[in-house]
């Protein structure tokens, strides 16, 4: 935790001594006044204690422009993926070139193996990945914040076996608890690929969220508010919830990020979302014969799931930093 | 007349060794009672028993001439308007993700009390020596003496009968604690208040009724000036002649009555 | 002199901690140095034991021993760790090695020191060197302690022990910083007690920081008043704390003599 005293008070004799320790009193009132005077010696000073510029509520952990890239990469992936839903260059199943053509003005990113528009697929490719990653995580985390705020409430025997779970959850690979489930629903679809990411990110969400919730339970402020006669559900919407979302969301990123090559991965083995979705992930399986011979084929779409990846993270650290009002860093 | 009265509490977490043991004390309304001991006392244990927080194992805790209901809501929302407490480190006992207005309210929002909420916690933010701009400010903003007074907002702004302040001065620094010291003492005069606290000089300075214990039990009880003049039992004796002073000054400075 | 800090300044790149202090410490001097959270009095020993972290930058002077600290090679700087000075913090938990046992932990500044004078590294020659530390720092029940894990001991006893390798390397000069700050009142009585007796019998001059000027009182000769990061006021203990002349020393020590007060029956 990195919450201290901001904004020294101008007048204050060394108005950075205090950054040197967390709990420095730089400008809790002048200290010259004698404090022993008599009880109510410290009274004129009362009213000016307080901070005399309203800091802004953000601090940086980082220069902003790195942060500005990351909503950039976000935004253009965002609204390529809206884009496909009313224009593509051509119709996703149309042979409209010869084979493997390199990118051109036609095919600003080259013909696929059959012929078909490589720019088409990457467009509806977006698509397809930002469903995937945000219905993915959005499972995830449905499912894995509440059992993580269970196990952070439970007894002990209770949360030391949900712990367990979620342990032995995490060793299993995700891709392999993904294929069960599509194995179990018995045939392919995005909606199968989406719910299966999503039961396999949820142990890893529900371990943070346990750990996270757990330190916050711990802070005197909770024991505060059940003093102000607040409730457990409150407890947990007001105090636990808004305390954990910095860390919890920058971990959910990490997990978009897992969750968008993990359904590449389960299209590469023929189990993500079946055609004719173009996924960037099965555009990766069918260039593979021809990583050689048409290179683009695979580095395009290689490119777009690390841009988005990438992207999705630093902007879910720049939201950190400019909402979480007491600049905490993880 | 005894407004909380214990009578012989006893607490062991688990299956362990007694924290508390046979404890019995009585605090009149309207005096400050001073709860001292070192690590390991139990002065924790007994402070979260009087807050509701845990239930004693033995004996009862009597609230108004009650036993404490801990299970019962309709009770337990009254009892939690009418004692609040102060904890010892400001910088844990104030969500950060909150404003201080939010803060200072909680109370009166969770405990659904009628009245215009924002004024109370302007008047309480004055009654604590804050200006009540700060109202819209975060915790971080303020420094840990500024942030104690936040505290002390919140535990007074649904105008309780009964405060519990434990450690509330000890993670301060010293120029700090003098002023804090100060507005308990204030404070004190318009309710009754139990400090929970190692440091005798500051239970001393606010207190007019001592309970020292010691390893889960009460070692002596009574008057301050009794106590500190004429200490009966060895532990406290040890306790206060422990406690560094300062040299002897060679002229007397200010008032020593 | 056995520790000189001239005109030290210390910041970061943007901030100033420490400005232009000065002061030094005769051998066998016991100095103490008072401040509040914020004041630089734990980054000064730092700096004195050349211990800054890399982010700070430092200004001025500092010899040790009559070898400059500021500056000097981590070699030279580690053997005069081992040799001139030696330190005692705050939370001996966090300074003491968790999984080793407490003989053990003595152990190693024993041998480092024996193998620097060209003793003997014997390990019964160790052991009898450890046993003695032990007894010094008046710990109950050696052989227990000698195989005791440090949570399976009290605060007051890692003290004790954080003490014990302090003085195993028969430094000239022992830093204390807040060395009993997060003990018992009973406990710290103590400490200060067992400190202030040690460094007396055994020459050592001692740099005691803390928070606490009654504490200080007790144990210092000259203390040093750190304000901001400045040296507000200085001189002897006994004129510093009854009869300060600083504005800001008074409002302190009033503070401290108002808790007085109120111990004597007065509020």
């Not at chain 1, 004129?44 to 510029?53: F, N, Q, R, V, W």
Request: proline residues 7%; glycine residues 8%.
């Amino acid at each position: 935790m990195t919450d201290r005293p901001d904004a020294p008070r101008p007048d204050a004799p060394w108005p950075d001594a205090h950054r040197n320790d967390p709990r420095a009193e730089a400008h809790d009132g002048p200290h010259v006044s004698a404090p022993a005077e008599g009880p109510r010696s410290a009274e004129p000073t009362e009213t000016s204690e307080i901070p005399a510029a309203p800091p802004s509520p953000r601090r940086r952990s980082r220069p902003a422009a790195v942060h500005w890239l990351g909503y950039a990469l976000v935004a253009v992936i965002l609204l390529t993926g809206l884009l496909s839903l009313v224009w593509t260059p051509y119709a996703l199943s149309d042979m409209a070139g010869s084979r493997l053509e390199p990118p051109s003005l036609r095919h600003w990113a080259g013909t696929d193996q059959l012929g078909r528009d490589l720019f088409t697929q990457l467009m509806i490719g977006a698509r397809i990945a930002l469903i995937v990653g945000t219905g993915a995580v959005a499972i995830g985390a449905a499912i894995g914040i509440v059992a993580g705020v269970l196990a952070a409430f439970a007894t002990r025997f209770l949360d030391d076996a949900l712990a367990a779970v979620f342990d032995i959850l995490i060793a299993f690979p995700t891709l392999l608890i993904a294929m069960l489930v599509v194995a179990a629903r018995e045939s392919a679809s995005l909606g199968t690929a989406i719910l299966a990411l999503g039961i396999g990110l949820s142990p890893i969400v529900g371990r943070v969220t346990r750990i996270l919730t757990k330190r916050v339970l711990a802070k005197d402020y909770i024991t505060a508010a059940r003093i102000s006669g607040t409730g457990w559900p409150m407890v947990v919407a007001d105090h636990v919830l808004p305390n954990i979302a910095p860390f919890l969301g920058v971990n959910l990123a990490l997990q978009f990020g897992l969750a968008v090559m993990a359904e590449a991965s389960l299209s590469y083995l023929g189990l993500g979302a079946p055609p004719p979705n173009a996924s960037w992930g099965r555009m990766l399986q069918e260039a593979q014969g021809t990583v050689y011979s048409a290179p683009w084929a695979a580095v395009l779409p290689g490119l777009a799931l690390f841009a988005l990846v990438i992207g999705v993270n630093l902007t879910a650290d720049g939201l950190r930093d400019r909402f979480d009002p007491a600049g905490r860093e993880g | 007349m005894t407004l909380l009265s214990v009578e012989n509490v006893g607490f062991a977490y688990g299956a362990g060794r007694h924290v508390l043991d046979d404890v019995s004390f009585t605090v009149p309304r309207g005096a400050n009672v001073g709860l001292v001991g070192e690590s390991g006392s139990g002065k924790s244990t007994l402070l979260r028993l009087l807050l509701g927080l845990d239930r004693p194992q033995q004996g009862r805790i009597l609230f108004d001439g009650q036993p404490l209901e801990t299970r019962r809501a309709t009770y337990m929302r009254d009892y939690r308007r009418r004692v609040q407490a102060v904890f010892q480190d400001p910088y844990s006992s104030l969500d950060p993700a909150h404003r201080v207005q939010r803060i200072v309210t909680e109370p009166l929002r969770s405990l659904r009390l009628p009245g215009d909420h924002a004024a109370m916690a302007r008047q309480a933010m004055t009654d604590v020596g804050m200006d009540p701009a700060a109202l819209s400010r975060f915790p971080h903003q303020f420094s840990g003496g500024q942030r104690q007074r936040i505290a002390i907002a919140r535990a007074i702004v649904a105008r309780p009968e009964l405060v519990l302040a434990d450690e509330a001065v000890s993670a301060l620094d010293l120029s700090t604690r003098v002023r804090i010291v100060d507005l308990f003492r204030q404070i004190s005069t318009r309710m009754t208040m139990v400090f929970v606290s190692h440091d005798m000089g500051v239970v001393a300075a606010l207190c007019d009724r001592l309970v020292v214990l010691d390893r889960g039990r009460i070692v002596e009880a009574g008057p301050t000036s009794r106590i500190l003049r004429d200490p009966q039992e060895p532990y406290t004796r040890s306790l206060l002649a422990s406690i560094p002073r300062m040299p002897a000054a060679s002229q007397p400075e200010g008032q020593s009555t | 002199m056995l520790l000189d800090i001239a005109d030290l300044t210390l910041g970061t790149r943007d901030t100033t901690l420490v400005q232009g202090l000065s002061f030094s410490i005769a051998p066998g001097e016991r100095f103490g140095l008072i401040g509040e959270s914020g004041s630089g009095k734990s980054l000064t020993a730092l700096a004195a034991t050349g211990l800054l972290p890399p982010a700070i930058r430092a200004t001025g002077t500092i010899t040790l021993g009559g070898e400059p600290v500021l500056g000097a090679s981590e070699r030279r700087l580690s053997r005069l760790r081992g040799a001139a000075v030696a330190t005692v913090f705050q939370e001996p938990l966090t300074a003491l090695d968790p999984l080793m046992p407490l003989g053990r932990q003595i152990a190693l500044p024993v041998r480092r020191r024996l193998a620097r004078e060209g003793g003997d590294t014997s390990r019964p020659a160790v052991a009898r060197e450890v046993r003695a530390l032990v007894e010094q720092v008046r710990l109950p029940d050696p052989d227990r302690l000698i195989r005791a894990f440090p949570h399976e001991v009290s605060g007051g006893q890692r003290q004790r022990v954080a003490i014990a390798m302090a003085l195993a390397c028969k430094p000239r000069l022992l830093i204390a910083d807040e060395p009993t700050t997060a003990l018992d009142v009973t406990t710290q009585a103590e400490i200060v007690a067992l400190l202030t007796g040690l460094v007396r019998d055994e020459g050592i001059a001692l740099l005691f920081i803390s928070h606490d000027l009654a504490v200080v009182g007790q144990v210092a000769e000259r203390v040093l008043v750190m304000r901001a990061g400045r040296a507000v006021e200085t001189g002897p203990a006994a004129r510093v704390l009854t009869a300060p002349e600083e504005g800001y020393t008074r409002s302190l020590v009033a503070a401290a003599r108002r808790f007085d007060t109120a111990l004597e029956g007065g509020a």
